[in-house]
């Protein structure tokens, strides 16, 4: 899909709104720019039709964490792999499905190493990282917080 979808919690009394867009990576085309494509359109969406407080460093950081986890899919899953952005409150959800069932780890720091600095990268950026093991490969979910509503 490439149209943000609104959930409004239907059948949930109180709960938080949910906005969401995703993106397949089957390897063809150019998926890396196809993914910060779509996270800045889906940011823009959220501050124009939602009026959701997005700073262009956020959209910045959004698109290289975004840029780094379809790296890594690319680079490590051998099959597709899907970007799923989320708005829960004020908060997006950058979630990264893939095949490969190998959970990455972040490496210790150093500056001399050539390559293999995209997790380093995305737990620097973001406020949370979670890594899942799923039936299908695994699932990273990377957490950014947007600014509170008046500081934009």
């Avoid at 009026?51 to 950081?61: K, L, R």
């Avoid at 190998?102 to 990282?129: C, D, F, S, Y």
């Avoid at 899942?132 to 950014?144: C, D, F, L, N, P």
Wanted: charged share 15%; net charge positive.
């Amino acid at each position: 899909m490439d149209q943000p979808l609104d959930n409004n919690g239907a059948g949930q009394q109180g709960a938080p709104s949910v906005k969401e867009t995703s993106l397949a990576l089957d390897g063809d085309g150019s998926p890396i720019a196809q993914a910060r494509h779509l996270a800045a359109a889906f940011l823009e969406k959220m501050r124009t039709a939602h009026g959701v407080p997005v700073v262009t460093a956020t959209v910045q950081i959004v698109q290289l964490i975004v840029s780094e986890l379809v790296t890594n899919a690319r680079k490590y899953a051998p099959g597709p792999a899907l970007l799923r952005l989320r708005m829960v409150g004020n908060v997006l959800h950058v979630e990264l499905w893939d095949s490969n069932p190998v959970l990455p780890t972040t490496k210790t720091p150093n500056p001399t190493r050539v390559g293999q600095h995209g997790m380093e990268i995305v737990a620097a950026l973001a406020q949370k990282v979670t890594i899942e093991a799923t039936s299908a490969g695994k699932r990273i979910t990377a957490y950014v917080a947007l600014s509170p509503a008046g500081t934009s």
